[in-house]
């Protein structure tokens, strides 16, 4: 089982739809963190949380610490949403802070 | 501010060839670097960390390898490339705590 799990795997809705990707996790956490990946590969940092509640824009994410979950929100979603969303947590390592990466949500807005 | 560059961008080498990507990092001093892979259809895997000049951590076994002859430079090698090195690459940076901030990546196709 990975240490950090994402729903659903695959999205496609319309434009205009309220979107939730779902991202639970096992181990204890010092962050966690919701990133997106264009097309082209480019990764992109949205939220970093270690409690309660973001909101940038039309993007919203929450975690849940108790039950080791977070959800990322997109409100009036349009086609240049469509990516691949990432849930990934910090966690220490050796002394280090690394990250374990969900396997990510492949998003589709369509027009 | 801080700049971080890989290459190449995109990499096509036949099996058994030898590998060399470079990143480097600009505007910072002492960061933890790191290496990533994503696998088509896969989430990214940590390949390789660092926390100084000629100290690698690896978190998978594989015939890849990685070193850090300078401060800001990261290199990540392989003497004889296999079909399942294909992926895209990622270089990343931090100083401390939580964020690590992501190169614009290579993709390699192994034939």
């Known amino acids: 089982k990975n240490e950090v799990e994402q729903s659903p795997q695959n999205l496609t809705a319309q434009e205009g739809e309220f979107i939730t990707i779902n991202c639970s996790y096992s181990?204890?956490?010092?962050?966690l963190h919701w990133l997106q990946q264009h097309p082209g590969g480019g990764i992109v940092s949205l939220f970093m949380?270690?409690?309660?509640?973001k909101k940038h824009g039309r993007l919203i994410a929450t975690i849940n610490i108790q039950e080791k979950h977070s959800s990322l929100h997109i409100t009036a979603s349009h086609p240049r949403d469509s990516a691949v969303y990432i849930c990934?947590?910090?966690?220490?390592?050796?002394?280090?802070?690394?990250?374990?990466w969900g396997a990510g949500t492949k998003l589709i807005i369509k027009p | 501010s801080q700049t971080i560059h890989q290459w190449p961008a995109t990499l096509v080498q036949p099996v058994g060839s030898p590998l060399s990507l470079e990143c480097t990092v600009e505007?910072?001093?002492?960061?933890?670097l790191y290496w990533y892979r994503q696998a088509a259809g896969r989430g990214l895997q940590l390949l390789f960390y660092?926390?100084?000049?000629?100290?690698i951590s690896s978190e998978v076994p594989q015939n890849l390898s990685a070193s850090r002859p300078q401060d800001r430079q990261f290199i990540l090698s392989s003497k004889k490339l296999l079909l399942s090195d294909s992926g895209f690459y990622l270089c990343?940076?931090?100083?401390?705590?939580?964020?690590?901030?992501f190169g614009p990546g290579t993709r390699l196709t192994v034939t």
């Open positions: 949380l270690s409690s309660g509640k």
């Open positions: 990934a947590v910090t966690v220490v390592l050796r002394s280090n802070y690394q990250l374990i």
């Open positions: 660092s926390v100084g000049i000629g100290q």
């Open positions: 505007g910072t001093s002492n960061p933890n």
């Open positions: 990343a940076w931090s100083v401390g705590l939580y964020e690590q901030y």
């Open positions: 181990v204890g956490i010092s962050a």
